[in-house]
């Protein structure tokens, strides 16, 4: 069991002040890092992980300092958000390499262990260059896991995944933070946060605007509209359809997609594709649109 | 020094498609070499003007240029080295690996090669070739450790290595005196000039130091750069831009 530790943390480059004295303790179990993009949350991550000096305050990790210690890469374990890595080596050889980095005893049998965690033992003979941006993703969070660590960070994890990806690692993390490991990940998206994180921490603009579970920041953001951008097969009949079903607050056509508004988020995303089935329309597009989180963040912020 | 690391270095810097052009200026050098002595019927004097123009000014440099900046800076830029730093290794370890890698790379595909060069076109009792081996060997080691250093210090690095190799020690060395005197390549070539002896003046081997002065800003600048490296590489920034 480990724990990481922030106290009065800021980091500025320049005039920019990136993350703005922020406190919290991460603890073992699942803790999302929600925000929008630009809120600071790499930057976090990277101070958690020992590759970034904070400009004021501390981070520790079970006591210790992390800047300059490449020791408490023992117990962490890290996924950084770039897609680079070494490209001309075969899954399997860039594993072995990051365990023997780790100095374990049986290099082979971690290697293999964290590639079969990921599900990718099939593909280890090819070479990462060869790889999907799902396959890579994967490929990162064997060499986080290769040895075993109390921590892990990952940043942006669900980036780029494909839904059945996307569950697949989150019933892993989930698996790995009931083994009693400290899981902590960062994301912009409200409702994967929501799915897996015990604990969410919300930060933005660099300022850490909200801390609880997933009922308390859930409420805190659903008392707010939400804000979807639908394209479909026909817009015109699927919008009707949405205020016929009382799904959505409003409804806007403009620029060849649909905007709806709804201050209940859930019952308009179960409604949703009965509604688009029964109204005969194909959907292409859905998402949430990303002013209307930054609205909900400000929201947040200005609380 | 880390036996993965040189190994990942290794397959880095050799296993991508830039590593062809480690052969292309080497094997320039040889056939001008050759070119050299069927021209100049193998005068030592015609090949020293070869391996000191082409080969000391503007292949070994430019060979160390794309070794030491190719063995870190691809992952300094792309973000890859996390993997390397993320891990219960000292840094120092880290660096000093892929200098190893870098300095054997460039006795293989520079150092070598401007001795062959040296052979081919003309020498008398390899005299010539032991003593250009001992400047490029020298010379080689202080670029190769300079530029890997630069592409930790800075982004920049490939642009103000080409600037010091070529602008400051090929073009203003030719004409501003004091340049010369700070110039890895005339530090090296003090060796050389003193193995050769009476015969330096008459083949055209020139150093603007003295040995003992070559020799100490050698090892001061190699040192003093890879301490500097070692140093940035412990602190060194990886975030997002976010």
Redesign the interface.
Known sequence: MSTITLTGVSRWYGNVVAVNDVTMTVGPGITGLLGPNGAGKSTLISMMGGFLAPSAGTVTLDGGTVWRNPAIYRTIGLVPEAEAMYDMVTGWQFLLANARLHGLADAEAAARRALETVEMLDAADRPIATYSKGMKQRVKMATALVHDPAVLLLDEPFNGMDPRQRLHLMDLLRRLAAEGRTVLFSSHILEEVEQIAGTIEVLVAGRHAASGDYRRIRRLMTERPHQYTIASSDDRRLAAALVAAGAADGVTLAGGSLAVQTSDWGRFVHALPRVARDAGVRLHDVAPADESLESVFAYLVAR | M?P??M??TV??LL??RRSLLLLVLPVLLLGLAALTRWASGASPSASAGLTDGFAMGTLLPLMCLLIGTGVIGPEID???I??????????RSILLAKLAVALATTVVFAVLPVMAGAAIAGDVELRLTTAYGVAALLAGVAYTALFLALSVLTRNAVVVGLLYALLWESVLGGYVPGVRDVSIRQWALAPAERMLGYRASGWGVDSAVSMPVGLTLLAVVTVGVTWLAIRRL???????A?
């Not at chain 2, 996390?82 to 840094?91: G, I, N, Q």
């Open positions: 880390n993965v690391v190994e990942l397959r880095g296993g991508r792309d973000g890859s996390v993997y390397l730093l993320a891990k219960p290794v000292p840094r412990t602190t060194l920034r990886l975030a997002a976010d």
